[in-house]
């Protein structure tokens, strides 16, 4: 399984936020994990809500 902050860093460089990924993203943070991985979850809450990463579950939400 990935780490916390490559899954940021795909999201971070394609600008999108898969379904898939936010499930493991939730699966990973439920675990323990280093302060490296946090830092990087915190940057892609704050890229999300700039506007610079979309998240698949919320274009879903408004079909």
Known sequence: MMLIRELVEQALTIGYLTVEAEDQLR??????????DFNAFMTLQQAAMAGRVKQQSRELMRL
């Not at 699966?27 to 490296?36: F, I, M, W």
């Open 27 to 36: 699966q990973l943070l439920r675990k323990k994990y280093d302060h490296e």
